[in-house]
């Protein structure tokens, strides 16, 4: 049984690293060939930065949305916990 809790814990330890990891990459569509001889050029029209609509101001969490984190939370604790 204790083998079967140090697996569990590994599997999951594992999958959030993947996540946390894997959490900002985007797949986009390939940049097209360069122009030959063109070196003013930017690097990809895709890789270019929006600026944010809201001018720059940190954005809030609504009361549903804090609600529906704390609730996943709370279940991903008590799974977790019912393991030991």
């Given at each position: ?78 799974a977790l916990l019912l393991i030991f």
């Amino acid at each position: 049984m204790s083998n079967l809790k140090m697996l569990v814990v590994a599997i999951s330890l594992t999958c959030v690293l993947a996540v946390t990891a894997f959490a900002g990459e985007l797949q986009g569509p390939p940049c097209p060939p360069p122009i030959p001889g063109e070196t003013e050029a930017p690097p990809c029209a895709t890789a270019q930065l929006l600026e944010d609509s809201n001018g720059g101001e940190p954005q809030t969490l609504t009361s549903a949305e804090t609600a529906l984190l704390t609730t996943i939370a709370d279940i991903s604790v008590g799974a977790l916990l019912l393991i030991f």
